[in-house]
């Protein structure tokens, strides 16, 4: 996970666009040396989120050139994009501009209540999105019961029938959370892979900088079960 540094006009920005994509490389760097099977890069220093329609233009257009300079780095490494908070619609028209192979998407399937509102379900216009763009190649991984919310609206539906409904509804696949960010899913959800962020980070804290002795501890560990 590549957390890039807060963007302009929001609370916390404070560095330039290059220092914004330099930091971003210099992370991508560090997975790539230790091969790393993907990355996603994300606007999370954006704090406090905002929804797809108080998007401004300039989110859009510094997370795509952020992206496309990780991609340049990581060569054949899978990248992909979430912009925060449910900006699905950018996540792919930036994807597909920078040259990356997925998207994070939130609210895919049943609505929910976030730290930033209530969010409806979004996979129908997404999709229809994704093909009038030509993007069809840009893969969407769905969060499920996604971390941070209320899903009280939807306490009746279970994670196994959500994950039914979005691959009925065409999500590529599905993205399993703990609670909140830096906590482990129930194991017993999850099948194929992990998606590693706060772990990787000094103290394991996700806003903070990347520690690379953590990062070879796991994957010496990895490796020693194979």
């Given at each position: 996970?590549?957390?890039?540094?807060?963007?302009?006009?929001?609370?916390?920005?404070?560095?330039?666009?290059?220092?914004?994509?330099?930091?971003?490389?210099?992370?991508?760097?560090?997975?790539?040396?230790h091969?790393?099977?993907?990355?996603?890069?994300?606007?999370?220093?954006?704090?406090?989120?905002?929804?797809?329609?108080?998007?401004?233009?300039?989110?859009?257009?510094?997370?795509?050139?952020?992206?496309?300079?990780?991609?340049?780095?990581?060569?054949?490494?899978?990248?992909?994009?979430?912009?925060?908070?449910?900006?699905?619609?950018?996540?792919?028209?930036?994807a597909?501009?920078a040259?990356?192979?997925?998207?994070?998407?939130?609210?895919?399937?049943?609505?929910?209540?976030a730290?930033?509102?209530?969010?409806?379900?979004?996979?129908?216009?997404?999709?229809?999105?994704?093909?009038?763009?030509?993007?069809?190649?840009?893969?969407?991984f769905?969060?499920?019961?996604?971390?941070?919310?209320?899903?009280?609206?939807?306490?009746?539906?279970?994670?196994?029938?959500?994950?039914?409904?979005?691959?009925?509804?065409?999500?590529?696949?599905?993205?399993?959370?703990?609670?909140?960010?830096?906590?482990?899913?129930?194991?017993?959800?999850?099948?194929?892979?992990?998606?590693?962020?706060?772990?990787?980070?000094?103290?394991?804290?996700?806003?903070?900088?990347?520690?690379?002795?953590?990062?070879?501890?796991?994957?010496?560990?990895?490796?020693s079960?194979?």
């Amino acid at each position: 996970m590549i957390h890039v540094k807060s963007l302009p006009r929001t609370p916390r920005h404070s560095l330039s666009l290059q220092q914004l994509i330099d930091n971003a490389c210099e992370e991508a760097a560090v997975y790539k040396k230790h091969s790393i099977d993907g990355v996603i890069i994300e606007n999370m220093h954006d704090l406090p989120y905002v929804t797809a329609d108080k998007c401004t233009p300039e989110v859009v257009a510094v997370m795509t050139r952020v992206c496309r300079e990780v991609k340049q780095v990581m060569g054949d490494t899978p990248c992909g994009v979430q912009i925060l908070a449910a900006m699905n619609k950018e996540a792919i028209a930036t994807a597909f501009a920078a040259g990356l192979q997925f998207i994070r998407c939130e609210s895919y399937v049943y609505s929910h209540i976030a730290d930033e509102g209530f969010m409806n379900a979004c996979s129908g216009d997404l999709l229809r999105y994704r093909k009038a763009i030509g993007a069809e190649d840009i893969l969407v991984f769905a969060d499920i019961k996604k971390k941070h919310c209320s899903h009280a609206v939807t306490n009746d539906i279970d994670i196994k029938q959500t994950a039914e409904a979005a691959k009925f509804f065409l999500a590529d696949g599905v993205i399993v959370t703990g609670l909140k960010t830096g906590h482990a899913p129930n194991f017993s959800d999850v099948e194929q892979a992990l998606i590693i962020g706060s772990y990787f980070k000094k103290n394991g804290v996700w806003s903070n900088d990347l520690d690379e002795e953590r990062m070879k501890r796991l994957f010496d560990k990895l490796n020693s079960l194979q």
